[in-house]
């Protein structure tokens, strides 16, 4: 299982951002898919879910309004579309599922996100 993630960077409060994350190693149409961030001094929080077929999604109440999930399942590619940002947001954002053959967890690598005037 590999997860990539991309499309981080430094954005401004009230701008919007796309992450995607690439996946590979896996049946990706087969599982949920998540998003997770870590901002600095703080532990890793739940930030937005989405089923395997993109039918159904969650987020946490910090996003709800503002952050997107969806997903490709022919591109094997997962999004979080990230508007009206707010300082708070900064942080690294993980893409994350459950290996449901080798039962474990499966992170990326990571990638950073600054929200900053």
């Known amino acids: 299982v590999q997860l990539v993630e991309s499309g981080g960077g430094l954005v401004q409060p009230g701008g919007s951002l796309r992450l995607s994350c690439a996946a590979s190693g896996f049946p990706f149409s087969s599982y949920a898919m998540n998003w997770y961030r870590q901002a600095p001094g703080k532990e890793r929080e739940l930030v937005a879910w989405i089923t395997s077929t993109g039918e159904s999604t969650k987020y946490a109440d910090s996003v709800k309004g503002r952050f997107t999930i969806s997903r490709d399942n022919a591109k094997n590619t997962v999004y979080l579309q990230m508007n009206r940002r707010k300082p708070e947001d900064t942080a690294v954002y993980f893409c994350?599922?459950?290996?449901?053959?080798?039962?474990?967890?499966?992170w990326g690598q990571g990638t950073t996100v600054t929200v900053s005037s």
């Open positions: 994350y599922t459950y290996d449901l053959r080798r039962l474990r967890d499966c």
